[in-house]
């Protein structure tokens, strides 16, 4: 029996806005990203989702708006609501969300990721 | 709009063993502690609990066995496992959890919180 290094983790993957999950609970899982410059605007219509910002910096835009995300910081986006994660520099970030949340949310194209790799 | 800070979080507060909310997802909820010394053995029959070391190093024990969390690690307590977590330091946790989670478990004793605040 062994905790998840998330240092560990994050450095075992290189590509950019590519989720890997390191652990499952109660229907939910933990995702790791690296980010870095801009996603897609979309949105979830029945998942919240949880950002925390493990290093580095983001912003959350949101209509109308936009939610700096520092180291040590986290922001749920509430279901329903449109937005577009954005990073100047590379962060890493550590989300929590129903299995069945899509990275792409109501959008599917290039950018979207089915099958998302247990690490 | 803003992003949680969670030293401020933190900071907010300082009794140990006392977890406090500061975001609900999807019937989940996200909660910290600070914790100091050793807790009760207990586990949960329906629920896996998430514990994340965000300041300091902590044992979760299990019977025959023991987890150390490192500051930047987390361990997953799959349900139905008897679990005592200890720190021998002052240790900030954060765990993700559904709701209905009770602090003690299957136990009902003066360390069970039944009102978690929410901060």
Known sequence: MQAVNLEEKFSSFSDYWNP???????????????????????KHDMEDEFFLVVKGRMQIKL????????????????????????????????????????NTGDVMNERTREDIERI
Chains 1, 2 share one sequence.
């Open 20 to 42: 890997k999950i390191v652990g499952e609970l109660n229907g939910q899982v933990v995702k790791i990203a690296r980010i870095k410059g801009e996603f897609i605007w979309h």
């Open 63 to 102: 209509r109308g708006e936009e939610v700096s995300i520092n180291e040590g910081e986290f922001y749920i986006v509430p279901r329903g609501v449109e937005h577009k994660p954005v990073a100047d520099e590379e962060v890493w970030i550590l989300m929590f969300e129903p299995e069945s949340t899509l």
